[in-house]
């Protein structure tokens, strides 16, 4: 980078932010002094313009473009075939299958070793440190923890000293190395390990804060019964927080549809690891199948949206309860 | 991007990660139960997890300070055997002007400069549309609200191709323009991807703001208005404020989240060294040089240290963020 570079990106985020001071302060002086008659509507206008421009341009109109271009093919004609490959084609069928089981693990494998940790630190000494080290990696980018793991799969040929720690663990006990990102299916859950290791802490701290909230008099209550930890955690803790659980699954589900990052870091979507959302990235950006592309990115819509529903369905039954 | 855990008490004192979330699930903070209801084993179970999710992250911190033949030829774990420490990694990568090192400064770089605005620009539009839904009374005020409020449903996939055509018919003459008068701003600008970043980010924005601003008392508003106060005053004096709070942690997770973004960067940046940001660059290195491990290695801790260091150093602001914007993209 040169200086003559770096004074170029200075004077474009100083004159971003020029033009960004300008448009606000613009913005504001209309909004005060606006036209005596309809002055309200003109206030109005001025607040909430900006934020509707930009939605309208960045996400409504985008998303039903995307959804014709789903069912067009290069030269604009209407047709099925985009739906038709991604439904008859291995491979994307391959990659369809990969993110059914990405998001049947995930959520699931995140949630109770988030919920055992939870239980298990609950009150205990130290507690707030065990808590940031599960939680850290949910600062880290996905692609940052791509590495990390890519580092962990590190394969060298048998014979060689192993530099990734996984292979450095099976030759210790006398084993083969394997080329562990290379070998299907194994592959998709390693990856799906990476994103396991990210979201456990999120669940970690929901599901924490929820176990505090379960009422001691309950658990108490249970105890005098006679009943044994399990027991208490399986029938009273466990209806205390079900909310919090279905926030916790549904909201690391949605995530893990849209898993992009850390299958683009690993493989690329190679060795048959691809999920929805990097095929949709490969076929849009990198083959130029456009069609192909804006179905898996409806497809990926569709997915997500029933959760989403359910998500919001429950928040506000919860907030009635409340 | 999605929502969230919808309600979340952006602003209100629960901070810290302890605490945080106990106000949304009721935490009466009665009398707890005293005794240990953990077990030695849980103890040790709990101990084993903390270890298994500390490794990985360790291993790559104590190789980024190997000297690179060792790193590419022994095990980290086998460092009191094969002693080393070095800070060339660093060095290389960050001040090397060889063709062989990642030059990874010009990216730093861009990384700052696209969270600067990437946040900015969302968190004040965000914030006016949140005040104008909270406290300016129209027709129709509820629809509009829920119709931002559903676009988070919305994954970034479905907005990319369309978007990026947007771009290169009407933005692209303008950057061009741009460039012949001031020849140092190079052809490909930063000025897409903090459009596409404040598009992306705003209706959790709108959101979360809105849900805090709206519950400011109605009386200090009225007060203001029976002075005679107009609406920007009302916004600049009384609600920018008092919604500092969740405006804080809302800048916090967009930045984090805009710091850490790859998709939106490798559709909207071109990829070049005037552009990409941190993580593009790194990404591409692991295609290209994925044996060059002292520098992935020391590349990666860079391009961390900002997030761990808001981590840490805003705890309570960043764990409510995060939270609140958990499945944003």
Redesign the interface.
């Known amino acids: 980078m040169t200086t003559e570079d770096l004074l170029g990106k200075l004077l474009q985020v100083v004159m971003g932010l020029a033009v960004f001071a300008a448009v606000v302060g613009l913005l504001i002086f209309f909004i005060d002094k606006a036209p005596k008659r309809g002055r309200d509507y003109w206030q109005l206008a001025g607040f909430l313009a900006p934020a509707l421009i930009f939605v309208t341009i960045g996400l409504i109109y985008p998303a039903i473009r995307t959804s014709l271009l789903a069912f067009q093919d290069s030269s604009g004609d209407w047709t099925l075939d985009n739906f038709i490959w991604t439904f008859t084609q291995p491979t994307a069928i391959r990659t369809l299958i990969n993110t059914v089981i990405w998001v049947l693990f995930v959520p699931t494998i995140s949630t109770i070793i988030g919920l055992a940790y939870a239980v298990f630190i609950d009150k205990s000494r130290g507690e707030k440190y065990y808590k940031v080290i599960l939680f850290m990696p949910i600062a880290i980018s996905f692609v940052g923890a791509g590495i990390i793991w890519r580092f962990v799969y590190e394969y060298k040929s048998p014979g060689r000293d192993q530099i990734g720690l996984l292979n450095g663990i099976v030759v210790a006990f006398g084993g083969e190395p394997v080329q562990w990102l290379q070998t299907d299916p194994l592959n998709t859950f390693l990856l799906i390990i990476v994103m396991i290791w990210i979201q456990t802490g999120f669940a970690m701290v929901l599901l924490s804060a929820a176990i505090k909230g379960v009422p001691t008099e309950q658990l108490e209550a249970a105890e005098l019964d006679g009943t044994n930890a399990w027991q208490r955690f399986i029938n009273v803790t466990v209806p205390g927080i079900r909310g919090s659980l279905v926030v916790v699954l549904t909201t690391i589900s949605i995530a893990t549809l849209k898993v992009f990052d850390i299958v683009r870091t690993m493989t690329a979507g190679n060795f048959n690891t691809s999920v929805i959302a990097n095929e949709m990235y490969t076929q849009a950006f990198r083959a130029s199948e456009v069609g192909r592309g804006s179905a898996l990115a409806l497809i990926l819509f569709l997915l997500v949206l029933p959760i989403v529903v359910y998500n919001v369905n429950v928040l506000r039954k919860q907030r009635e309860i409340r | 991007m999605?929502?969230?855990?919808?309600?979340l008490p952006v602003g209100k004192d629960v901070g810290?990660?302890?605490?945080?979330?106990?106000a949304?699930?009721?935490?009466?903070k009665?009398?707890?139960?005293k005794k240990?209801?953990?077990?030695r084993t849980?103890?040790i179970?709990?101990l084993i997890?903390?270890v298994v999710?500390?490794?990985?992250?360790f291993?790559?911190l104590i190789?980024s300070f190997r000297p690179g033949e060792l790193?590419?030829?022994?095990?980290?774990?086998?460092i009191f055997e094969n002693p080393g420490f070095t800070l060339e990694n660093y060095g290389d990568v960050l001040l090397s002007t060889s063709q062989s090192s990642p030059?990874l400064?010009?990216y730093i770089?861009?990384s700052i400069?696209i969270a600067?605005?990437g946040t900015?620009?969302?968190l004040?539009?965000?914030t006016?549309?949140a005040?104008?839904?909270a406290w300016?009374k129209?027709k129709g005020a509820t629809t509009?609200f829920v119709l931002?409020f559903a676009?988070?449903?919305?994954?970034?996939?479905?907005?990319?191709?369309?978007?990026l055509q947007?771009f290169s018919t009407w933005l692209r003459p303008m950057q061009a323009w741009l460039h012949d008068v001031?020849p140092?701003?190079?052809e490909q600008?930063?000025?897409p991807v903090?459009?596409?970043h404040?598009?992306?980010g705003?209706?959790l924005a709108?959101f979360l703001l809105h849900n805090f601003i709206a519950e400011i008392p109605g009386d200090i508003i009225e007060a203001a208005r029976v002075d005679g106060a107009?609406?920007?005053?009302i916004?600049?004096r009384i609600v920018l404020p008092l919604a500092t709070p969740a405006i804080a942690s809302f800048a916090i997770f967009q930045f984090?989240w805009v710091?850490?973004?790859?998709?939106v960067a490798?559709?909207f940046s071109g990829g070049t060294?005037?552009v990409a940001p941190l993580?593009q660059r790194?990404?591409e290195m692991?295609?290209s040089r994925?044996q060059e491990?002292e520098r992935?290695?020391a590349?990666?801790f860079i391009?961390?240290i900002i997030?761990?260091a808001?981590?840490f150093g805003l705890q309570r602001y960043?764990?409510r963020g995060?939270?609140a914007g958990?499945?944003k993209?």
Request: charged share 5%; glycine share 8%.
């Open positions: 999605s929502i969230a855990p919808a309600d810290s990660l302890e605490q945080a979330e106990q949304e699930y009721g935490g009466t009665t009398a707890r139960v240990r209801l953990t077990s849980a103890t179970v709990s997890i903390a999710w500390t490794i990985p992250t291993g790559l190789s790193v590419r030829t022994t095990g980290w774990w086998t030059q400064g010009a770089v861009n400069a600067l605005l900015l620009i969302p004040v539009f965000a006016m549309a005040y104008a839904f300016i129209f509009l931002v676009l988070q449903i919305i994954p970034l996939q479905m907005a990319l191709v369309p978007l947007i001031v140092i701003i190079p600008n930063y000025a903090w459009l596409a404040a598009m992306f705003l209706p709108i107009t609406h920007g005053q916004f600049f984090i710091w850490n973004d790859l998709l490798l559709i060294q005037d993580t790194l990404a692991v295609g994925g491990w992935l290695t590349g990666a391009s961390m997030p761990l808001v981590f960043f764990v995060l939270l958990a499945t993209g």
